[in-house]
């Protein structure tokens, strides 16, 4: 009786283990997913009205008689178009850096162990032995608790990606977390994986760039413009003989 007690408790734990990152991997992926496809949409509508009116101009202007007022006209509405991109853009730029950012003051170790149970199962699958190292009595940070979390979690499921190939006991992903005078609290993700090759190491930071099939190359661009938002900065480390190490540091107030 009690042996069968135990073993449903098991499989429900590790259902819910599973379900929980699944739905890790959903939410990331649906909100990036969300934001790409809006940004195509809204992106897209001028760009096309803008390909329709220069080639409309182009045709006004290669009559036998040019008729210079269908062509201004064109053109105008060309300048509005590009314009109306222009906005599409500085508004996500705007939603990225300024969007709904909360201050709350926040416990390190709270931020990372419950994301890093989330991954437990994660881990497990991927056969990740993962090290963590925090400094003892680090201080409050004064920071967006969820955003954090988005960060880290893109750059543990990157490091988690990358491993994929590695020979099974050589996938080994390390946190660090430390306090630096002048930086305030610094993270460090470092993974065993294959590295960044160093003609690709200038566009890894740049959205939509991805080496993967199924990727967005969103994580990092959102990551630093989150970074970036708490007043620090995210970067890859230069070096190291194997693996890639990302850096980012969130300052402490004064
Ligand atoms: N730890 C890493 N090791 C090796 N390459 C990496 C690592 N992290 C990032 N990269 C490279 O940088 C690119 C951009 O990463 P980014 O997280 O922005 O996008 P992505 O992982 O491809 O897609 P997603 O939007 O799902 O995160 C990756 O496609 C990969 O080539
Ligand atoms: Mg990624």
Redesign the pocket.
């Known amino acids: 009786m009690i042996v069968e007690d135990i073993s449903s408790r098991k499989q429900a734990e590790s259902e819910l283990a599973a379900t929980q990152t699944e739905l890790v991997r959903v939410s990331?992926?649906t909100a990036?997913g969300e934001l790409?496809a809006s940004i195509a949409h809204e992106v897209n509508q001028p760009l096309s009205a803008i390909a329709t009116n220069s080639q409309a101009a182009l045709r006004w202007m290669s009559r036998d008689r040019p008729d210079l007022n269908e062509v201004a006209a064109a053109l105008n509405r060309v300048y509005r178009d590009a314009n109306l991109a222009g906005d599409v853009i500085a508004r996500i730029r705007n939603f990225l850096s300024r969007g709904g950012i909360k201050h709350e003051r926040i416990a390190v170790q709270h931020i990372l162990y419950d994301l890093l149970r989330m991954l437990h199962n994660l881990f497990q699958e991927s056969g990740v032995q993962v090290t963590v190292l925090v400094s003892p009595a680090l201080p409050n940070l004064n920071a967006d608790k969820v955003q954090l979390q988005q960060v880290l979690l893109?750059?543990l499921?990157?490091?988690v990606?990358?491993?994929r190939e590695q020979a099974p006991g050589q996938r080994l992903l390390s946190i660090t977390v430390t306090e630096q005078a002048t930086q305030g609290i610094v993270f460090t993700?470092c993974?065993s994986?294959?590295?960044?090759a160093p003609e690709?190491q200038p566009?890894?930071?740049?959205?939509l760039?991805?080496?993967?099939n199924?990727?967005?190359?969103?994580?990092?661009?959102?990551?630093r413009s989150i970074v970036e938002n708490h007043g620090g900065w995210l970067r890859?480390e230069p070096g190291g003989d194997t693996?890639?190490c990302?850096r980012f540091n969130i300052p402490l107030l004064p």
Do not use: W
């Open positions: 990331r992926f990036m790409a893109n750059l499921i990157n490091a990606e990358a491993m993700v993974d994986g294959p590295g960044i690709m566009k890894i930071f740049d959205a760039f991805s080496t993967k199924d990727g967005l190359g969103m994580g990092l661009a959102i990551s890859l693996g890639a990302f």
